[in-house]
């Protein structure tokens, strides 16, 4: 999955945020800007997502929460566009429910975006919504089976998509060395600062 869009309320020094991302997307600003906050709120919806079943711990909340308060919330939306591989995964899931053929879906590249809205609340799980492309809209992924010509499970997508996304997530290591690096090594370098004569120059 390639992220193709960030938004994020009430996060660290983030009121409010959102970029369109690209293959090379480059943050500039000053610094407390809230370029480490972007960064930053990556890697928490990838631990927090990896960790949906458990609570949030409340020393993590108050020092993520934009308002340091316990009744504020913290929404954090990254869309992502499919892969080809990871489409015909989808497909091929929903080919095999009865009744029901894949055809229109990838005629129309439907269900080739994928949005995850999570909100987070003190002391309480994220609470998960899911977006997809589909017939021109944004829609809510479970509104897809209802809005099908031919019913099958809803829990057939959300299912497919969560191994999909745990598969990708996975292959999130290289976000978390930007701001917490490891294996750090020292490379001593001398620097001779003797002056050495010029090249056919005599030394005084």
Known sequence: MKLIHWEVDGYKSIEQGE??????????????????????????????????????????????????????????????????????????????????????????????????????EHGKRPTIQYFVNYHGDRVELGEVSKHSSSSFSGNTLKGTYSDIIEDSFENWKFVGPFRRPENIMEVPYNVSLERRPKSGASSP
Request: no cysteine; proline share 1%.
């Open 19 to 120: 970029f369109v991302a690209s293959d090379s997307t480059i943050l500039i600003g000053k610094n407390n800007s809230g370029k480490s906050g972007v960064v930053d709120s990556i890697i928490d919806f990838q631990r927090l997502y990896m960790s949906r079943g458990q609570e949030v711990k409340s020393s993590w909340f108050r020092s993520a929460v934009t308002g340091k308060r316990d009744n504020d919330t913290i929404q954090i939306s990254l869309r992502f566009e499919l892969s080809d591989s990871e489409h015909s995964q989808l497909m091929e899931k929903i080919d095999s429910e009865p009744r029901i053929t894949s055809r229109n879906f990838a005629a129309n590249d439907w269900l080739s975006e994928l949005q995850i809205d999570m909100i987070i």
